[in-house]
């Protein structure tokens, strides 16, 4: 009889013993009953006959995982305070015959995050673009493409560093220098992947690829069906797949011969993930550039300051559209003022299209009574409800509680009660009452539900069905709009007024980008509705001015140049969170290595029930925050390394 270590997928437990009455390669998935159900497991190392009684493995599949892939699971399980099985859940495993290495001892050694943790040198150099001159490169592929000499030059930079930042304006021509690195890999017999921040882009972008590379291109993401993710798998396996796209799931793929990761808006907070492994995905694709030795691209018209500081950038200025813009700013709270309309009108008459950004999505953010002040907060989280009018009801987008919509006021009986935060769903409302003869669409995650959904808004717009698209943050992330002439900006004071070190730069940032969807023929307006003009018009044309003189406001105090960690406490009982969290923080404050930043209730302190506390550290090393975090961990701890939310 044989004895084995397994960790099992997805699951916080550390490592099992189970028996088998044969040997087993080490790495390879099998499945076993855990609480009286089936679950799968890998097999991490081979064990003693332990002195308790164990279970039998059941079945022993044809799938493992590769000694790469167990190294990143390591290397996440530490950085990011995880177990083994939670990280290894995060990837597909090989089939057996097509691992690239059987794991070794290599499961049995200690990831230290000293020596594996995601570093880059601070060396920044500058390629020169002042030639607008093209070549024309040789192509046995579907189409071909062309690069300028700019583009060219910004392609060889990629290939003299290991990682590389691509800094380069809305419309400068990202994509057409991606594409071409792909080219160069596939004739290397080499296997790409193309990492985008959400769901929302691969419509556009898959597109694009599949017009060029045909069938080499493989879509991947988590509204696929079970049976396109079968085919997408078998394509991956059989090697037919040599460029792989999607969010940061296909980032955990079992890709052989990988040669090139590029993350495409890399600033993008979608590449975090929100619950554990609370991994950073640009982060592990720089991790995996050392892990697999290939060349790293990140890629943004506003690029992240973390990105900009550590990673040597090629700056590409301007794009291919002669277009201008005219900024245009608006004193006044969010709501669609005269101007608005006015504006929004004149576009309409000359039978051009518009986009509208607000934050905010359903009719209104909050409901509150004017008599007594009452708001009406979800009775499971104290966060506002957000109202709903298609549906009636009031629906809490933390938990999704829904409510119907009150009529008068259950603390005082009066019925003035009024709304306050304008949403994407009121603002279509207004703007179809106002303009009846407009065809005037919603386009956020209430509507926009699946990947066919969103192909066909798309097409609508493009093809001029649709007059005025009304979306969040949506609406910014790189879709190509070809006849937006007016983009409208609200809810830029809120980004801004945010209790979140990055708050400049978000705001700055969502409006770049907002605004980089107007204007690709034709010249056109951008409305900013902001009391904050001063700082908007300042960086609004020069986001590298911005980044300089944000490094100098970071210094000694916020990353780059600081590490935090976040540490998050919840639980029903909400004396019991907050006696887990003080135990944590005075333990903390013992060490010398790290400060203590605050802790106390969270900005939202109830949420689905369970009340939150939190810590936040800052350090000079992500070591010494690990080591104290290992020192001192108390078991409702929840770690969340780098966060970027902290409201």
């Known amino acids: ?147 300028s000499a700019k583009q060219e030059k910004a392609l060889e930079f990629f290939k003299q560093h290991k990682t590389s930042l691509l800094f380069g304006d809305t419309g400068s021509g990202k994509t057409e220098i991606y594409m071409k690195y792909f080219e160069q890999m596939i004739e290397e017999k080499k296997r790409s992947i193309f990492l985008m921040p959400e769901i929302s882009l691969t419509p556009q972008m898959g597109q694009r690829l599949q017009h060029h590379f045909g069938e080499a291109v493989v879509m991947w993401h988590s509204k696929l069906t079970p049976l396109q993710k079968k085919k997408a798998l078998q394509k991956i396996y059989d090697g037919s797949a040599h460029i792989i796209a999607g969010p940061r799931s296909a980032l955990f793929l079992p890709i052989k011969d990988l040669g090139l990761i590029v993350v495409d808006e890399e600033h993008d907070d979608s590449y975090k993930s929100s619950s554990r492994p609370r991994y950073n995905a640009r982060d592990i694709a720089i991790y995996m550039g050392k892990l697999y030795d290939v060349h790293v691209v990140l890629g943004s018209a506003t690029p992240s300051l973390n990105s900009y500081v550590k990673f040597p950038h090629v700056r590409l200025k301007g794009g291919y559209f002669n277009s201008n813009k005219e900024f245009i700013y608006e004193r006044s709270s969010e709501m669609l003022s005269p101007m608005i309309l006015q504006n929004l009108k004149n576009t309409l008459l000359n039978k051009e299209q518009s986009i509208v950004f607000i934050p905010t999505r359903a009719n209104f953010k ?150 980089g969807r107007s204007g690709r023929k034709k010249n056109a307006k951008v409305l900013v509705q902001s009391f904050n003009e001063d700082f908007f018009s300042a960086y609004v044309d020069n986001y590298e001015e911005f980044l300089q003189e944000e490094k100098i406001y970071r210094q000694e105090l916020y990353p780059p140049y600081k590490k935090l960690c976040r540490v998050l406490f919840a639980h029903k009982n909400g004396l019991k969170a907050k006696e887990q969290m003080h135990k944590m923080q005075e333990n903390l404050s013992k060490i010398s290595t790290i400060e203590i930043v605050g802790f106390g209730k969270c900005a939202v302190e109830r949420i689905a029930n369970k009340y939150r506390f939190e810590i936040l550290l800052r350090s000079d090393k992500s070591t010494y925050l690990l080591q104290a975090i290992a020192q001192t961990k108390v078991d409702l701890a929840e770690i969340d390394m780098d966060p970027i939310e902290f409201g």
Request: with cysteine; charged share 25%.
């Open 366 to 515: 909050y409901l509150i009574c004017q008599d007594c002040g009452h708001t009406y907060e979800c009775v499971f989280c104290s966060i506002g409800m957000s109202i709903h009018q298609n549906s009636r009801a009031l629906k809490c987008h933390y938990c999704n509680y829904t409510q119907a919509i009150p009529q008068v006021c259950c603390e005082c009986g009066s019925g003035n009660l009024t709304s306050s935060r304008l949403g994407t769903a009121e603002a279509v409302k207004n703007i179809g009452e106002e303009f009846s003869e407009a065809k005037v669409e919603q386009f956020d995650r209430d509507v926009i539900t699946t990947s066919n959904k969103l192909k066909k808004a798309l097409k609508r717009f493009n093809d001029h069905e649709t007059d005025i698209l009304v979306g969040t943050q949506m609406l910014s992330k790189g879709h190509d709009y070809h006849g937006v002439t007016l983009a409208v900006v609200l809810g830029m004071d809120n980004m801004l007024n945010m209790s979140d070190y990055r708050a400049r730069e978000k705001a700055l940032s969502s409006l770049i980008q907002v605004a």
């Open 1 to 147: 009889m044989f004895f084995y270590k397994l960790s099992i997928l997805s699951s916080p437990l550390t490592p099992l013993t189970y028996h088998f009455e044969k040997d087993i390669k080490t790495g390879t998935v099998v499945e076993v009953v855990l609480r009286n159900k089936k679950v799968k497991g890998v097999l991490i190392c081979t064990s003693e006959e332990p002195s308790f009684k164990t279970s039998p493995i059941l079945e022993v599949s044809d799938f493992l995982y590769s000694s790469k892939q167990v190294k990143l699971a390591k290397f996440i399980a530490t950085y990011y305070v995880c177990s083994l099985g939670e990280a290894l859940g995060l990837m597909v495993a090989f089939e057996n015959e097509s691992a690239d290495e059987i794991p070794g001892q290599a499961w049995n050694d200690e990831v230290s995050a000293s020596n594996e943790k995601v570093s880059a040198s601070n060396e920044k150099v500058c390629a020169s673009d002042d030639s607008n001159s093209t070549r024309h490169s040789k192509l046995d592929l579907e189409s071909s493409l062309t690069l």
